[in-house]
């Protein structure tokens, strides 16, 4: 049994969340990054993103409380026992998605992403991007609206609603998934190895203008793209016992 008893509270700006943090804060303490076991994180999937990328350094483990739509990275909002709830949690570990893009003016963007690295197309025109793995092309053009890449803790987010496969958690695999495809029409992506370098190149890149998308986190008019998963660093996030994450991956296979 984890003895995570020192939160430190880190809330999204609405404002049940900035509510309930000081409620949580007069009941458990009020404690900072240099005497705290756990984060907790109140917000939606898209602040706890957020602070999993801005604390990853801390390698703290991240408990969090859905104060936003979807919570699909959160867990219900009932503060009863939290404590008590944290410790018997069960916890999953994520390697996050490291980027790097090179621009048409030949500038240099880097960034990671625990979910996916996508693609986009900026215009009317369909982009054109060509595929290597590992150093070998495997897709010379791909006529599409664009292209992701997701981690199996990805796999339910944008790769699901592009049609993608949903990943196992625990699975040593990534997910790489187009997006509305013109040609090849009837490729349906791949599942790849997570220890694989994947590249893509946008062909005619000023014509038909890319950007990419680590998460939240844009650059535009792109001419290339490199990904691979990160083999140092580690998230850990906790789940309340009766509602894990391989139990709502699983749920999420049985929807219709």
């Not at 309930?20 to 404690?31: A, I, S």
């Not at 006529?143 to 339910?156: A, E, F, K, R, Y």
């Not at 650059?219 to 994450?245: G, N, Y």
Request: with cysteine.
């Amino acid at each position: 049994m984890m003895n995570l008893d020192k939160p430190i509270f880190l809330a999204s700006d609405s404002n049940d969340a900035v509510s309930q943090k000081k409620e949580l804060e007069e009941k458990y303490g009020k404690n900072d990054f240099s005497n705290s076991n756990v984060i907790v994180v109140l917000g939606g999937d898209g602040f706890m993103l957020e602070t999993i990328k801005s604390s990853m350094d801390k390698q703290l483990p991240i408990f969090g409380l859905n104060y936003g739509s979807v919570g699909f990275l959160m867990n219900s909002s009932n503060d009863n026992d939290l404590i008590n709830r944290i410790n018997q949690s069960q916890s999953i570990k994520i390697s996050p998605l490291m980027m790097k893009a090179i621009s048409i003016d030949g500038s240099i963007h880097k960034a990671i992403a625990i979910n996916e690295v996508s693609l986009l197309r900026e215009t009317h025109q369909a982009s054109k991007i060509k595929i290597s793995v590992d150093g070998k092309v495997r897709l010379d053009e791909l006529i599409c609206d664009g292209v992701l890449i997701s981690t199996p803790s990805g796999s339910t987010a944008y790769n699901l609603s592009a049609h993608g496969p949903i990943l196992p958690i625990n699975a040593d695999v990534l997910a790489l998934t187009p997006i509305s495809a013109f040609r090849p029409r009837r490729w349906k992506g791949a599942i790849l190895n997570n220890q694989s370098n994947i590249k893509f190149d946008v062909i005619e890149s000023k014509k038909r203008p890319v950007s990419v998308v680590a998460d939240s986190t844009e650059f535009r008019d792109i001419s290339s793209v490199e990904v691979h998963q990160s083999e140092q660093q580690i998230v850990e996030l906790l789940f309340d016992e009766d509602h894990s994450f391989d139990e709502r991956i699983l749920n999420e296979q049985f929807k219709f």
